[in-house]
């Protein structure tokens, strides 16, 4: 976005470039912002951490180029003109169920009705503005780094979901579910503690290493696991609401109190 109150992005010190500064190796970045300023800073600090980085400045130009060279994650501004960054990011989502393509948001600083309409979308995280590109870098490199984990035991089965860590799927009654980055941690990690109840800070800490944050963030990925796992989110079975505390997974499917 070009015209901001406020320098969007504030001046860091220039890594180093080394081959091994970043873990996710070559990975692909595919950086949308209409700001040139922005665009070159972002991009600048992507490609000494070792990422190939491909740019466009709007929507269209976005949705071509991720068709011709899928990217491994998308920096996407909100506030692109035409076509907007939470236009942008549902055509993304609807190109297929799997692989999921990672999406970052950037937003305006305190918007945080902008910021809930991006998760609400699919975006797997925000990043707001100002901000440094040093802290953007290392989103982009925690984001990448949950789509390779390592190979672990699967958690059980419970109510007809599956999760396979290692492929990044989810299954219900052996259908494969479409689900984000944060949304399949959050059902593998409530399929690994059935019958616990957790508070929204405990899941920020435990299921996505947060120490500090916005806790509708949580409200909002529940909300959407909900609408892909229950059969009826509006009367939630699997996960549910235990007031004054937070969330309860329910592996028998039990109607709430």
Known sequence: MQQQPHEPVRADPVPDASPNRSPAGA???????????????????????????????????????????????????????????????????????????????LTARGDEEDRVLGLEVGADDYVTKPFSPRELVLRVESVLRRTRPAAVERPPAAAGLTVDPAARRATKDGAELALTLREFD????????????????????????????????????????????????????????????????????????
Request: hydrophobic share 45%; charged share 30%.
């Open 27 to 105: 990975a692909r970045v595919l950086v949308v912002d209409d700001d040139p300023t922005v665009a070159e800073v972002v991009a600048g600090y992507l490609d000494r951490a070792g990422y190939v980085v491909d740019r466009a400045d709007d929507g269209p130009t976005a949705l071509t180029r991720a068709a011709a060279h899928r990217p491994d994650l998308v920096v996407l501004d909100l506030m692109l003109p035409g076509m907007d960054g939470l236009e942008v990011c549902r055509r993304l989502r609807g190109r297929g169920p799997v692989p999921v393509m990672p999406v970052i948001m």
């Open 186 to 257: 959050l059902l593998a990690f409530f399929l690994w503690h059935p019958g616990r109840a957790f508070s929204r800070e405990e899941l920020m800490h435990r299921v996505w290493g947060w120490d500090f944050g916005d806790l509708s963030t949580v409200t909002v990925h529940v909300r959407r696991l909900r609408g892909k796992v229950e059969d009826d989110p509006a009367r939630p079975r699997l996960i549910q609401t235990v007031w004054g505390v937070g969330y309860r997974f329910d592996a028998a499917g039990r109607e709430a109190d």
